[in-house]
């Protein structure tokens, strides 16, 4: 079993130093309180604000941000999931793309990065103007002797991502977010589903409180792989704490196997054979 800690928070946006000291607080909070990792919201360090994102934040930036919540990490000997604008990888970028992914990365209790995820699916407008989407899918990697893999945000609400996550043997599903006030089906109805259905720990950070024009639900879960909730947080500022395994795990899996019984062949076969009409499933973009 692994302690996780979860953090709901306030950003202020761009102001680093603010939030770095909010996830340093959680970090010794959290280490104090036994727990081998914290899980922080989408793009806390520089808060949540697409376009003033792309159009104040020095990219230049970025790796000290890095090396300091790597800082934290180690200076409090726990693992930390933090999510931060990474450069979209192919060189050159035309110069009125974006430049950036959305990012999450772990981080040992040593400050070692052990896994990278960028954001597939972006969400609104202003997300798809700021930031490029990736296509890469998630990764896995043995955490504390459980399976972790990353998503962020809008991403857990396609059930396909989580499926792709599980699909290559992930136990555990970290996903910071950002969700506005409204959308509380999300945590409630969405992440306990996708924990249900793909039979792993999934762990939801979001924000609170208001950013620039966002207005943040809280809502922060913790669902194990029966879906039921381990730990959810109201609508302040929160530090949740659940203990996450492999042996519930194992058991769903057992008990229903539905890992095992999928029939992806067929699933495909199926998606070739989506109707072709206008204004029916299956169409190409105009």
Known sequence: MMLLSVL??????????ANLRTVDHAAQRSAQAGADLLLTPELFPVG?????????????????IRTRLADIARRNRIALVYSLPAPVRAEPAPANEPRWHISATLVDAQGREILDYAKVHLFGGEERKAFAAAAEPPAVVDFQGIRTSLLVCYDIEFPEAARAAAARGAELLLVPTALSAGFEAVPQVLIRARALESQLNVAYANHCGNEDAYTFGGGSVVAGPDGVLLAEAGDGPALLFAEVGTAAVNAARDEVPYLRERRPGLYREWEARLPQEPGRPGDAPA
Do not use: H
Request: proline share 11%; hydrophobic share 50%.
């Open 48 to 64: 949540y604000a697409p376009l003033r994102l792309r159009s104040e934040l020095d990219p230049e930036a970025l790796p000290a």
């Open 8 to 17: 709901q928070a306030n950003a202020v946006v761009l102001d680093i130093e």
